[in-house]
């Protein structure tokens, strides 16, 4: 069962990506990051509220947020802090690069999990895993020459380096994930997923605030104006729904945090149809030869880590 609901938090976080890449084309980032923090709190928060009292209307349910003191809530305040820093990178190099290039970058993140886990765990690698990871190197490489005849060149680009930087702290998030939902008896910390998943939010609101007061709002007719766009709300809907279905894909028995994060970067099948399809980006024949790579990577890692 946790094998199809991370193929579902997949499907619904290609769309994400989707919306996202609609909503900062020829738009101010800052406003809409903070906006994605705004609407994902506002869901979350009654989930919050109905949850406190010892006879709460959620107590038992799927929604149901426990108590916490600062013990919890300074781990899910650091995670806060990386998914944050990992979606403003990701959000700048997003906006100004295709989205059939940002969509394979993003999906070598499972490699970048397995060598952090390899540095940070002292796991080893199987051969499957080896051959993974070297096809996602050569499709990198591959992915760069196809940018090129697009004028991007991956050497000199500060956006991918943004996207890049953003896929690494997105496997540190991962990395972490894994020891914030671990039990106790496997080294990992235990954690109740709906505190980290409600709270994370709210506290990358407080963080986002801050944000626009410092160094958006009074620089903002010096930069790219923000427009309004309805897809601003589809970016926090999908983007909650995912994750949620992945943090519960997680809790249950037998789930793999492995086998579900390469399953969650197969995202990038739907974000590559849709720019395909709607925003008509370029040199698809050869972006989707590095995408098969990509995947065919990913199927490696896959079996290697069963």
Not at 90 to 96: E, I, L, T
Not at 123 to 134: M, T
Request: aromatic share 16%.
């Amino acid at each position: 069962m946790w094998l199809a609901f991370a193929f579902l938090s997949a499907l619904l976080l290609g769309f994400y990506d989707v919306f996202k890449k609609q909503s900062l084309k020829n738009n101010a980032v800052i406003p809409v990051l903070f906006l994605n923090t705004l609407f994902s709190s506002l869901i979350f928060l009654p989930f919050i509220l109905l949850s406190i009292g010892n006879e709460s209307l959620l107590a038992g349910s799927q929604f149901y947020v426990p108590d916490a003191g600062w013990e919890v809530h300074q781990y899910v305040l650091l995670k806060s802090f990386i998914v944050l820093s990992s979606w403003t990178f990701g959000y700048f190099g997003m906006k100004h690069l295709p989205l059939t290039i940002v969509g394979p970058i993003n999906a070598t993140r499972p490699v970048m999990v397995l060598v952090g886990a390899l540095l940070v765990f002292g796991e080893r690698l199987n051969l499957y895993q080896w051959i993974g990871v070297i096809l996602a190197i050569v499709s990198f490489f591959m992915l760069s020459r196809s940018g090129k005849r697009e004028g991007i060149d991956f050497k000199h680009d500060k956006w991918i380096y943004f996207v890049v930087l953003a896929s690494m702290l997105g496997a540190v998030s991962g990395l972490y994930d894994k020891y914030l939902m671990a039990p106790v008896s496997e080294g990992g910390l235990g954690l109740n997923r709906m505190i980290v998943q409600s709270w994370y939010n709210i506290y990358q609101l407080g963080m986002m605030g801050v944000v626009m007061l410092v160094l958006w709002y009074p620089y903002r007719k010096q930069t790219t104006p923000f427009r309004w766009h309805w897809s601003i709300i589809l970016i926090s809907v999908f983007l909650s729904a995912a994750d949620f279905v992945y943090f519960y894909s997680l809790s249950l028995d037998g789930a793999l945090i492995s086998v579900v994060s390469m399953i969650r970067r197969g995202s990038v099948i739907v974000s590559f149809l849709c720019g395909a399809l709607f925003l008509h980006e370029k040199n698809l024949t050869r972006k989707a030869i590095d995408l098969l790579l990509v995947l065919i990577g990913m199927f490696f890692l896959y079996i290697g880590s069963k």
